[in-house]
């Protein structure tokens, strides 16, 4: 099966060294780090390090944490329990459980919170953890690895990344080489993307490419690497007529006389957005977050009427200082909805059944809240 998949493909020293390191890891149960720049084959590297160990007939789960806002990634991760915020019908698992006895590769690690990288170091350490708005401890056996393009020691000495998270996941790190840096390789990568472009155009056979197209090549610095140089070569293959070498190679496909110059922005006046229950699935758990935060929520079992919300909303937002940019959303986002949380909790006298009904909540959501900010403390007066 892996070997189906497997295009880890090149011969400079550089490249060889990976292939040697990861053959050397595969076997172990350690977490491992995956480190290079866009385009280098980080989820490949991953890929090899599963299907080379010992947990290769098991589950090989792949989640991008980049393509997830906070709330639907720690969902997506640990799973949730029926009730754990608006539209959760039934209980679901998570990543890791998918991935039990198995590895769970987790690109663009570099763009988690620190909640996330909190609950991560956990599972590390002693292989649990709790679905969202659950109690109960779910424990798993997983290889974790990871992948970014980004700088996770300065980051972390930078306090934008867990050093204790860093510790445990870098037992080993396999930093891949980028393209310009594995010269010898880049024709035989070519060669190998033209053939298979080749053969999906049916065409009878590759005739190679012209000197000049060679040296386009070799003299390019690659910025996207090896999934740019993919998409270069297939282009020219493509444009080129049956039969014949390939000998115009076009480097960007935005190159034109006709390309627009000037750069059109949408309007951004509208001070909220309003999100309606069907444009999302049962799954996401941004709902009730996005309903905690400015954002007007439709439809929803918790809400009054949409026009009531969202005039309250606006006459709300009115009240805001002007916001000095650049800011940290995220946390922006985290500090609005404890202080909101805070307020309510001391309006209700810290009864939590008050406290959900004025922040249009079930009592298990916000006892999911309470528990996400370390807030039961204060919370824990009256049920």
Request: negative net charge; charged residues 25%; glycine residues 6%.
């Amino acid at each position: 099966m892996f070997s189906k998949t497997d295009n880890l493909i090149g011969q400079a020293n550089s490249f060889l060294e990976i292939l040697e390191q990861i053959s050397q890891l595969a076997p172990l149960n350690k977490p491992v780090l995956v480190i290079g720049e866009r385009g280098t084959g980080k989820e490949l590297i991953a890929a090899r390090l599963h299907y080379l160990s010992k947990r290769w007939e098991q589950n090989y789960v792949k989640l991008n944490c980049a393509a997830l806002n906070d709330n639907l990634l720690e969902s997506e991760l640990f799973g949730y329990e029926a009730g754990a915020f608006t539209g959760a019908g039934k209980r679901k698992e998570g990543r890791f459980e998918y991935a039990h006895d198995g590895t769970l590769f987790l690109d663009e690690l570099a763009n988690t919170s620190a909640l996330i990288q909190e609950k991560l170091l956990r599972v590390i350490e002693y292989g649990e953890f709790e679905r969202v708005g659950g109690t109960r401890t779910v424990k798993v056996d997983v290889r974790l690895i990871a992948a970014t393009n980004e700088d996770l020691p300065s980051l972390a000495e930078q306090g934008d990344f867990r050093a204790d998270l860093l510790d445990r996941l870098a037992f080993d790190v396999v930093t891949i080489p980028p393209l310009r840096e594995r010269q010898e390789d880049i024709m035989t990568l070519a060669e190998h993307f033209a053939i298979n472009m080749t053969r999906e155009l049916s065409n009878e056979y590759f005739s190679g490419f012209s000197q000049k197209a060679k040296q386009t090549l070799l003299d390019y610095h690659w910025p996207g690497n090896i999934r740019e140089l993919k998409n270069v070569v297939e282009r020219a293959v493509y444009r080129s007529s049956p039969n014949i070498p390939v000998h115009d190679i076009v480097l960007d496909p935005f190159e034109s006389k006709f390309r627009p110059k000037q750069r059109i922005r949408k309007s951004d006046t509208a001070p909220q957005q309003i999100i309606r229950r069907e444009d999302y699935g049962e799954n996401d758990a941004a709902v009730n977050s996005n309903n905690m935060a400015n954002n007007t929520l439709i439809g929803g079992e918790n809400t009054t009427s949409s026009h009531e919300n969202e005039t309250t909303a606006l006459a709300q937002l009115n009240t805001v200082d002007a916001i000095t940019f650049p800011v940290d959303l995220k946390q922006a986002s985290q500090t609005f909805e404890i202080d909101m949380i805070k307020q309510a909790l001391a309006d209700s006298q810290f009864n939590q059944k008050k406290t959900a009904e004025k922040l249009s909540l079930t009592y298990h959501q916000l006892r999911g809240y309470l528990k996400k900010y370390n807030l039961l403390e204060n919370g824990e007066s009256s049920t």
